[in-house]
C-alpha cells in the first residue's frame, strides 16, 4: 500500500519511520517533509494547508492511507475532503476535530458528562472577562478559544498580566480569530500526563502513558513550547489512574461525542494533569502528540498500520498493542531564539555518528536539505530518542547522542525525565 503521511515535524518523521517498517507499506510519501522523512520515503512539495493539492496528489497516486499529523488541516476539514472522494485517511472529521480546535466545545462537552476537568468561564467580551479576573484567586489561566500553536494558554498570576493577556487576545488579535473567544478557569496543581488512544466512533484502545516537557527552560520555567522533550511511560501514572480514567473520562467523552451525532476516528490525546483528587483534563487534542509520538512509536513493537487501519474501519475492539518494556526518552535540540524568532540555515554536523549509539533513533523536526548537507529550517530541529533498560539508561544515552549533534546556538533542556529518574516506573501491562 502507499501511504501519505502530512506535516513536516519529529511526529511525522517517527510515524512514516514507523509506517515504513510495516510488511503492508510499499511506498511512503512525506508531505512537504524534512530532510529525515526523504530517508524514510519520498518528500512532496505541498504544503499541510493546500487541502486541495494533497487531494488530488492522494488520488493521482493511488494513496491508499493518507495519515494526518497537525491539527491545523484537521480542523479545516481535511478528512470530509478525502472521504468525499472515496480516499482513506486517518484522523477526525473537522466537526469531531473541534474537541481540540474550540476549547469551548471541549469544555462543554466535558460539563454535560461531567468529565474532571478545572471549573472555567468562557467570554466573548473583553470588559465582561476583565471584570469577572477582579474577584478571581490567582493564579488564573487564560485560553484563546481556537488553535494558537501551543501558546494560546497563558497562566496568570496578577490582575496586570491578566489585563495586558485578555488585551491581547482579545482586542488586538494576537492570535487571530482564535482569540475572539477565551476562557479563563482555575489554575490546577499537579504533574502532567499525555494519554494517547486510537478510537474507532465506538471503542478506543489505549497507547502507553507519556510526559511532555512544555516549557522552554529547565526546570519549568520560560515560555511554553510545543514540547522540549518526552518520556514513556509516565512515572506520575498507574493502573489505579487508568482504571479512574477510563471510566471518568474516556467512556463519558465517546458517549458525549454520539450524543451530539458525531463519530470521532482516529487518534485521540486527552491532557491531564494529576492533581490529589485524581485526573484532570486539561485539553483534548486530536492527533498524535509532539513529541510524545517521538518517545511512544519507538516503543512500540506491533505493525502501527493495521491499527490506523482498524480504527478507520470501526474494528479497533478486536485489536491489541505490544510494547517493548524498556523506557524512551526524547530530547529536542531547537534553534537560537526558538519559542520566539528564531534563526535557520545552519549547518548540522555530527548525525551519523549519534546515530551510531545503540538504540537511539534521530527524529527530523525543522531540516532540510540543501547542497548535500542537513541545514535547520525551524524552531524545533531534531528530537532525539533513546531506549534503555531504566528510565536513566534512556536518558543516559539520549544526552550522549544530542553532544555528538552541533549546530550554530543549537539549544536543548538538560533535565528531560530527570524527576523520573530513580522513580518506580509502575509498568502498565
Ligand atoms: P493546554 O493547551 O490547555 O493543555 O495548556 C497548555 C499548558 O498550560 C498545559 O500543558 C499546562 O502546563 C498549562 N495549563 C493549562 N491549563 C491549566 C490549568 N487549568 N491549571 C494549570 N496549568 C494549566
Ligand atoms: N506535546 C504537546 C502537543 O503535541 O500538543
Given at each position: ?12 518523521h517517527?510515524?512514516?519511520w ?16 524534512n ?8 518528500n ?13 496528489f ?58 474532571p476537568?478545572a471549573?472555567?468561564r ?9 471584570r ?6 490567582f ?34 488579535r ?17 504533574t502532567e ?15 502507553q502513558?507519556?510526559?511532555d ?33 477510563e ?11 454520539l ?41 512500540m ?44 540555515g ?22 532540510k ?10 524552531g524545533?530541529v531534531?528530537a532525539?530518542?533513546?531506549l534503555?533498560?531504566?528510565i ?29 529518574v530513580?522513580?518506580?516506573?509502575d509498568?502498565?501491562?
Amino acid at each position: 500500500m502507499k501511504i501519505l503521511v502530512i506535516g513536516s515535524g519529529g511526529r511525522e518523521h517517527a510515524l512514516a519511520w514507523k509506517l515504513r517498517q510495516s510488511p503492508h507499506a510499499d511506498r511512503i510519501f512525506c508531505a512537504p517533509g524534512n530532510a529525515g522523512t526523504a530517508d524514510v520515503g519520498e518528500n512532496v512539495a505541498i504544503p499541510v494547508s493546500d487541502l486541495g493539492a494533497l487531494v488530488r496528489f492522494a488520488k493521482e497516486n493511488h494513496v491508499g492511507l493518507t495519515v494526518v499529523g497537525p491539527d491545523d488541516p484537521l480542523a479545516a476539514g481535511i478528512v470530509d475532503l478525502f472521504t468525499a472522494e472515496k480516499l482513506r485517511a486517518f484522523g477526525p472529521t473537522k466537526s469531531a476535530a473541534r474537541i481540540e480546535a474550540s476549547k469551548i466545545f471541549a469544555k462543554e462537552l466535558m460539563r454535560a458528562q461531567e468529565i474532571p476537568t478545572a471549573e472555567a468561564r468562557t467570554f466573548s467580551d473583553s470588559g465582561e472577562a476583565l471584570r469577572y479576573c477582579e474577584q478571581v484567586k490567582f493564579p488564573v489561566v487564560i485560553k484563546a478559544d481556537g488553535l494558537a500553536l501551543g501558546k494560546g494558554v497563558i497562566v496568570a498570576t496578577d490582575l496586570t498580566t491578566v489585563q495586558s493577556t485578555i488585551n491581547e487576545m482579545m482586542n488586538e488579535r494576537r492570535f487571530g480569530d482564535a482569540g475572539r473567544r477565551i476562557v479563563i478557569e482555575e489554575f490546577l496543581c499537579g504533574t502532567e500526563c499525555s494519554l494517547h488512544a486510537l478510537v474507532d466512533g465506538k471503542n478506543y484502545l489505549l497507547l502507553q502513558s507519556a510526559r511532555d516537557h512544555k516549557r522552554a527552560l529547565d526546570g519549568d520555567q520560560g515560555p511554553n513550547t510545543g514540547g522540549m522533550g518526552a518520556f514513556s511511560p509516565a512515572n506520575n501514572w498507574d493502573s489505579k489512574l487508568q482504571s479512574r480514567f477510563e471510566t471518568e473520562i474516556m467512556q463519558p467523552l465517546l458517549r458525549g461525542f454520539l450524543q451530539q451525532g458525531i463519530q470521532f476516528r482516529g487518534l485521540l490525546y486527552p491532557g491531564l494533569i494529576i492533581t490529589s483528587e485524581g485526573a484532570r483534563v486539561l485539553e483534548f487534542n486530536c492527533r498524535f502528540g509532539d513529541p510524545e509520538t517521538q518517545a511512544l512509536l519507538p516503543r512500540m513493537k506491533s505493525d502501527l498500520l493495521p491499527l490506523l487501519e482498524a480504527t478507520i474501519d470501526g474494528r479497533i475492539a478486536a485489536c491489541s498493542i505490544e510494547w517493548d518494556t524498556r523506557a524512551a526518552v526524547t530530547v529536542v535540540l531547537a534553534s537560537g531564539g526558538y519559542p520566539g524568532k528564531y534563526e535557520t540555515g545552519k549547518t548540522i554536523s555530527g548525525l551519523e555518528e549519534a546515530a551510531k549509539l545503540r538504540d537511539v533513533q534521530i527524529f527530523h523536526a525543522g531540516t532540510k536539505r540543501a547542497n548535500g548537507e542537513v541545514k535547520t529550517s525551524g524552531g524545533r530541529v531534531l528530537a532525539i530518542t533513546a531506549l534503555g533498560e531504566t528510565i536513566e539508561d534512556a536518558r543516559e544515552r539520549a544526552y550522549e547522542a544530542a553532544a555528538r549533534i552541533h549546530f550554530e546556538n543549537c539549544h536543548y533542556r538538560r533535565d528531560i525525565a530527570l524527576s523520573a529518574v530513580a522513580a518506580n516506573i509502575d509498568q502498565l501491562p
